[in-house]
């Protein structure tokens, strides 16, 4: 029903920049929050980055001054740009979103999850 697809993923060395897309598509009403995640080997998964349908940002201390998170309403996707990358900011960052679908009369809400894309960060 809704599909959400990560990209721009890949290898940068350190101090180097990168933006990660993500798009969403489907049987979509509404974009409500969207946010990126990361997962490095052997962590558990971490909040980077949200963003409320206006505008409204958040980011986790790591990566604050660094990393912007955005979207394009019309285009139905998000963004993350990654710049002065560290090694330590080696993981598959997922893109996550809650997204209304109407089915009828019904809207339903809920979280979906994109199946992520790896950056390496070479020292």
């Known amino acids: 029903q809704v599909q959400v697809v990560e990209s721009g993923g890949g290898l940068v060395q350190a101090g180097g920049s990168r933006r990660l897309s993500c798009a969403f598509s489907?049987?979509?009403?509404?974009?409500?929050?969207m946010g990126w995640y990361r997962q490095a080997p052997g962590k558990q998964r971490e909040l980077v980055a949200t963003?409320?349908?206006?505008?409204?940002?958040n980011y986790a201390d790591s990566v604050k001054g660094r990393f912007t998170i955005s979207r394009d309403n019309a285009k139905n996707t998000g963004y993350l740009q990654m710049n002065s990358l560290k090694p330590e900011d080696t993981a598959v960052y997922y893109c996550?979103?809650?997204?209304?679908?109407?089915?009828?009369?019904?809207?339903?809400?809920?979280?979906?999850w994109g199946k992520g894309t790896l950056v390496t960060v070479s020292s």
């Open positions: 963003v409320t349908r206006d505008g409204s940002t």
């Open positions: 489907g049987s979509i009403f509404s974009i409500n929050a």
């Open positions: 996550n979103a809650e997204i209304s679908t109407v089915a009828g009369t019904t809207i339903t809400s809920r979280n979906y």
